[in-house]
């Protein structure tokens, strides 16, 4: 897997048609980065070079000459814990990374997780491994939620995945198994979630609500339980979970809008099988899957085995 162990700085080689452009054009138009990106590296020390030499963002550029940029960070993480612990990474390089996350763990530190979060395990890690890098996780998933999930190593490549999130370009493909069948074998659930009325944690379908959009399919049925394929088109809290369970089809072991049975499964059965994504600097097509958990697929016994194949 590809690291930097220095804080990451990004380079152009400025082409015949680029020469006598500002550097500022350079760093915006062909680099992509943001004018918040700019500002920064603006008041880093020696964060803009033209062939080594430190230099402004009003200086030309000629042809030939070599653009760096810095964009990764020079101090690392100092507001979580560094914790040792399984963290399966499934890519990685210097810009990005992608994890599995396990049933149970939490992304961020909270009540009663303080110090055994991926936030602090990833801090641990890439102390370990010499990386200068903040801990900023581009789509989260709740504790009791397995799979994928992505973290930006610097922030220009979290500014830049954050804006692919909620749309065609970082798809989120879910595997739920669910208490009955949906209405449908496959649509859209277009239902507005908002906070429900006397609870800090649940939410519920009202009209007040922020849109919210859910694809489903049914991908087969076993034992009263059916097996779906869920994407995401917005990203509210909780959103599988509400718009299942407003169809009258709960997940399997939710306790919060349906039956919680720990003699079945300890969590609430919602897995994120599937992660594509456009690298935020190359450009480059990155796309993940993740089996599905055991716990999940002794629920649905010979289904299981075919699930993987029909994620995309």
Sequence with gaps: MERWTEPRRLTLTVEEEQDGQTVDTL?????????????????????????????????RAAAGQILSVLVGDTEGETGLTPTPGDLPIVYEDGDLLLLDKPAGRPV??????????????????????????????????????????????????????????????????????????????????????GRAEGSLLAREVRPDGAPARTRYQVLGRHQGRSLLRL?????????????MAW?????????????EDRALIGRTALHSAGL???????????IRTSLLPADMAALIGPLALEAAGRIW
């Design 231 to 243: 994407e995401l088109d917005t990203g509210r809290t909780h959103q599988i979970r509400v718009h």
């Design 108 to 193: 961020h530190p909270g009540p009663g997780h303080f110090d055994d979060t991926i936030g602090n395990l990833l801090t641990y890690y890439y102390k370990k491994t010499g990386q200068t890098v903040k801990f900023r996780p581009v789509n989260r998933l709740d504790r009791g939620t397995s799979g994928l999930m992505c973290a930006a190593k610097h922030a220009h490549a979290h500014e830049r995945l954050k804006e692919q999130l909620h749309s065609s370009a970082f798809r989120r493909i879910y595997l739920a198994v669910c208490d009955g069948v949906p209405p449908e074998e496959a649509g859209t659930v277009d239902a507005p979630i």
């Design 27 to 59: 760093l915006r138009r062909t680099l992509r980065l943001s004018g918040t990106s700019v500002k920064r590296v603006k008041r880093a020390e020696d964060g803009i070079r033209l062939d080594g030499v430190p230099v402004y963002v009003t200086a």
């Design 247 to 259: 169809l009258g089809c709960p997940l399997t072991g939710d306790f919060l809008y349906g039956t």
């Design 276 to 286: 594509s994504l456009i690298h935020p600097v190359t450009g480059a097509p990155v």
